[in-house]
């Protein structure tokens, strides 16, 4: 039997393997007459991930029902991280994100990546607000000075499926 080590593990051939999900997945080798190489691992997160151009003030990262697995933001002024439960960016003014707001400052990145993915039954839209509340109520403003980048999944949270 054919085998190899990662990492200071041996293991064996055609041996199934846990992936980031805990899914069993076959894990097999290929022999090209001098060395053994494992074929990678599917990846959990398989679908692309989504990227905006630069100073824009939002970004859909889907039109549909889908969970928000992982979404990152590099801010180019002070402001706030808007998630909405929509197919496009909402206009200004008093607004209900699905998700609390998040504050990132100027020339900072701000890494979203929550536990269980988000769940989203119309569509996912990241925005960036340079304002935060007015009279205790969410108030949106929109900014184009935000970077966005986001990886969804299913309506189940899985990606790549």
Not at 77 to 89: C, E, L, P, Q
Not at 106 to 118: K, T
Request: net charge positive; aromatic share 12%.
């Amino acid at each position: 039997m054919l085998s190899f080590a990662i990492k200071g593990l041996a293991v064996a051939n055609n041996v199934n393997m846990r992936d980031y999900a805990g899914l069993s997945k076959p894990m097999r080798t290929t022999d090209d007459g001098t060395s053994h190489t494992p074929h990678h691992f599917l990846n959990r997160f398989a679908n692309a991930p989504a990227i905006s151009a630069p100073s824009v003030d939002s970004l859909v990262l889907s039109a549909v029902a889908a969970s928000l697995i992982e979404y990152d933001v590099h801010a180019l002024a002070n402001g706030y991280i808007f998630i909405f439960d929509a197919t496009s960016k909402p206009a200004n003014g008093a607004r209900t994100p699905l998700v609390v707001p998040k504050f990132v400052p100027a020339g900072s990145w701000f890494n979203g990546r929550p536990d269980a993915p988000y769940k989203f039954s119309t569509g996912i839209v990241l925005a960036f607000s340079s304002t935060l509340n007015t009279g205790g109520a969410w108030n949106f403003t929109a900014s184009a000075n935000a970077i966005f980048s986001g990886q969804i999944g299913d309506v189940y949270g899985r990606a790549g499926q």
